[in-house]
């Protein structure tokens, strides 16, 4: 099978996680917490996840000319992606994640440079087909979905005026705030799996292997980039969907954002 080629237009951050009991109540000092520095960035993580699916993949984004920008990139050097990130004049992106036992997460993010990705810094070479997320500006989002040939969106986080994809990504309280689209829709339902949705009409519907969770923290990342490279590689959409939910769930198993991200071949000896 023939690598597809992908361009992630996204963010890239350096996640900041600890690693508690329990989340905190508004207020509320949680102790005996653990501490580690992880690549992140939903852009950054979902073009790490397509290349170690066998994608091969570039990168458009921004980072800082400071020291937490090489630990930010240091996951994208490794899997091999294709630097076309900038570096300007303000701080790398940060974000601060608190992962519970259970696995789940909050997070607050500083966008940082991830803001100053403008619609300028873009060209129509940069691929045939082009992923996006929204922690980058509206307007550079709409500039790629002008440029690409085939644009796919994980829409996340929701906001009014995304433009439409050839697939939209959301969850639930994302596709409430996007309203209708055109184009093929995927509705993830967390441990219910993933739908697929055309002109209204459910096409697909896939669950996930059970797992125990540690952290969610880029399981929607890698099950993003895993539908859209299955998609690209021409396999059918039930199939990629299975392979997208088992990628989630992978990832969900694990500790981190990029270090969670599975090969093709664990994703297949996953399901």
Not at 93 to 108: F, M, P, R, S, W
Not at 188 to 193: I, N
């Amino acid at each position: 099978m023939t690598a597809p080629r992908l361009t992630v237009v996204g963010s890239i951050n350096l996640d900041l996680v600890v690693r508690a009991e329990r989340l905190p109540r508004p207020g509320e000092t949680v102790s005996g917490a653990s501490f580690s520095r992880v690549p992140g960035g939903k852009g950054a993580n979902q073009a790490v996840a397509a290349a170690r699916l066998g994608a091969r993949v570039a990168l458009v984004g921004c980072v800082g000319r400071d020291e937490v920008a090489g630990e930010a990139l240091a996951a994208l050097h490794e899997a091999e992606v294709e630097e076309r990130w900038l570096a300007k004049d303000v701080a790398t992106g940060i974000a601060l994640i608190t992962v519970d036992a259970a696995g789940e997460t909050t997070i607050v993010v500083a966008p940082g440079a991830n803001a100053e990705l403008r619609p300028e810094d873009l060209s129509p070479g940069d691929a045939d087909a082009v992923l996006c997320q929204q922690e980058i500006p509206a307007e550079t989002v709409a500039r790629a979905a002008e440029l690409a040939p085939r644009f796919f969106l994980n829409a996340a986080p929701a906001r009014e005026g995304a433009p439409d994809a050839e697939l939209t990504v959301v969850n639930r309280l994302e596709r409430e705030a996007l309203g209708e689209r055109r184009g093929l829709v995927c509705v993830t339902l967390g441990a219910a799996g993933a739908v697929l949705i055309e002109d209204g009409r459910e096409v697909a519907r896939a669950e996930p292997p059970p797992v125990e969770a540690v952290d969610g923290t880029a399981a929607g990342d890698a099950f993003t980039a895993c539908l859209v490279v299955s998609l690209l590689e021409g396999r059918p959409r039930d199939e990629s969907l299975r392979r997208a939910c088992a990628a989630g769930a992978f990832a969900a198993s694990r500790f981190g954002a990029q270090t969670s991200l599975p090969t093709a071949e664990e994703v297949d000896s996953f399901l």
